[in-house]
């Protein structure tokens, strides 16, 4: 066995091992309860970080593909910060709608992730990393500021999307709403999985890649579709996460290599277990109260991503 | 000739207002290589990168080989993640081949290797053995070679020159950009371009004789 497809094995089995002990622990103790109730009520909670952290360390390592960039992150440059804007201005100006069908609010948070897209494109592409996160960061800005208008705006609407904001919707997670999302999550970490060769060719650049026989052009567009995917159900499931997308393929490429055929899968299974276990380290910490999962993730992500970032060499 | 593997004929390129390539007409048949050679900002990459299909035509002919037959290695060949070689060779439709050519090109014991730690020498030796390995036969087979003996010490020079002859000797066409005279002495013919136009095309001795360095480089040899 190679040492990438054992990284793999090992990773899905400490995924496992996390899914099991989230479903274990709760706010007030531990265990599963009388006939495993309480891991029965908590499963939905858990089954929602684990889709929703499997697309955003995917997404994350798909942007990161894309841009041959290891700091473009779609919580960086904004593509989820789209994704709650389109759901928060589905839950602001038709909350009806947002949950009268259950892909109302994944197909919203989809179109806020694409029109980021398209802004980063617009502004980033074809001037190099500091062009490409300085685009990033203003979209990124200005998606956070028009979430934050649109709360203020629509009063009835403002706590939903206040705790979008913090990464803080997977306390109402049910298998109401976690089914479709999950489902959505689950497809697109597993579609992006069929682009790593095409991922890999254009890791030599755009005129290497296409006399391997790549198109770069239509690789962007499917990756960014899968992106903008994979943000909007993870969206709508946890609200926003930042680093996950940064710090996921950074710990999947040092344990399984920097090829995207083990890659992507292993970005999946790392985002997965970190946001299963930032979640349940938010809920159970703190006797006092729990802490949205996303800031957890960001107590970790930001000490990870100042790391990466000191080690870059441009 | 119809039997060239690639041809341009009367090929002009622009990039917005700068006419880069002129009139080229250039045939490349198989069991060959050309060596293009000319000053800096003479048009040899663009005419490469044409040839590899990458540039837009402005204006003449071009024939190009089907695709999948072409191995191209740019000048300054780079890789966004610190892959090692056998993960290099490994996205190469034929793994096996440029693993070979590693070998092939003396770096068969750095597969293991990281392409950070290797040396610019060692890295430019990678991507070389990349872009050899990707026509599935060296009959009808293009290769493009911008400056593959730049960051080169003399034993590799001597490997890269020698795999161009064994691929050339095989049936495939390699074309060559350089600054290097020695490799260009090596190519059965010369193609001098100054300001976009070839200003002389043939074997390197009649090609590169001390009228057309006078007049391309503004070199003024000693006679021998």
């Known amino acids: ?314 | 000739m119809t039997d060239a593997i690639a041809r341009t004929e009367a090929l002009g390129v622009t990039f917005g207002a700068v006419r880069v390539l002129d009139g080229v007409t250039l045939d490349v048949p198989p069991a060959s290589f050309t060596a293009l050679v000319g000053p800096n900002g003479a048009g040899k990459t663009t005419l490469l990168r044409t040839l590899a299909g990458l540039t837009r035509v402005a204006d003449g002919d071009l024939t190009l080989p089907p695709p999948g037959s072409t191995g191209y290695c740019p000048q300054n060949p780079g890789c966004a993640w610190n892959f090692s070689l056998e993960e290099l060779c490994s996205i190469s439709p034929r793994p096996s081949e440029a693993l070979a050519w590693c070998t092939r090109l003396g770096a068969g014991g750095l597969v293991e290797r990281r392409l950070g730690s290797l040396s610019g020498g060692e890295r430019r030796m990678a991507h070389l053995a990349l872009a050899l390995s990707i026509p599935a036969e060296p009959y009808g087979a293009l290769i493009l070679l911008d400056e593959p003996t730049a960051d080169l010490d003399a034993a590799r020079r001597l490997l890269v020159i020698e795999a161009i002859r064994q691929l050339s000797a095989s049936g495939a066409a390699v074309v060559a950009a350089t600054h290097d005279f020695g490799l260009a002495r090596a190519a059965s013919k010369v193609a001098v371009l100054a300001e976009g136009r070839l200003v002389a095309h043939g074997p390197p001795e009649q090609a590169l004789n001390a009228e057309v360095i006078r007049a391309t480089w503004g070199v003024e040899l000693a006679p021998s």
């Not at chain 1, 960061?137 to 028009?146: D, E, I, R």
């Not at chain 1, 198109?215 to 995917?229: E, G, M, Y």
């Not at chain 1, 957890?296 to 930001?302: D, L, N």
């Open chain 1, 1 to 314: 066995m190679t040492r990438g497809a054992a990284a793999i094995l090992l990773g899905a089995a400490l995924l496992a091992v996390a899914l099991m002990t989230a479903v274990s622990v709760g706010s007030t103790g531990t265990g599963w309860g009388e006939g495993g109730a309480l891991a029965m009520l908590r499963l939905p909670r858990v089954l929602a970080a684990a889709a929703a952290g499997m697309a955003l360390g995917v997404g994350g390592a798909l942007q990161q593909g894309v841009f041959r960039n290891p700091l473009a992150d779609p919580g960086l440059t904004g593509v989820f910060g789209g994704a709650l804007l389109g759901a928060a201005l589905l839950l602001g100006f038709a909350p009806e709608a947002a949950w009268e069908r259950a892909w109302h609010l994944p197909a919203a948070g989809f179109a806020g992730a694409v029109a980021a897209t398209l802004a980063l494109t617009a502004f980033g592409s074809g001037g190099g990393s500091s062009r490409l996160l300085l685009a990033g960061l203003g979209v990124n800005a200005f998606t956070a500021a028009a979430t934050l208008i649109v709360a203020a705006v629509r009063p009835g609407a403002r706590e939903t999307i206040t705790n979008g904001a913090y990464g803080d919707w997977l306390g109402t997670a049910s298998p109401e709403t976690v089914w479709l999302p999950g489902l959505i999550c689950a497809l697109s970490a597993t579609a992006a999985c069929s682009l790593a060769p095409g991922l890999d060719r254009l890791s030599l650049g755009d005129d290497v890649a296409m006399t391997l026989g790549g198109d770069p052009r239509a690789l962007r567009r499917r990756a960014a579709l899968l992106t903008a995917a994979a943000a909007g159900a993870a969206t709508c499931l946890v609200g926003q996460v930042a680093f996950l997308g940064l710090v996921a393929p950074h710990l999947a490429r040092a344990l399984a290599g920097s090829t995207h055929r083990l890659l992507l899968p292993m970005s999946g299974l790392a985002g997965a277990a970190l946001l299963v276990l930032a979640d349940m380290a938010g809920r159970s910490a703190l006797p006092t109260g729990s802490l949205p999962a996303a800031a957890v993730m960001a107590a970790f992500g930001a000490p990870a991503f100042l790391w990466i970032a000191r080690r870059r060499d441009d």
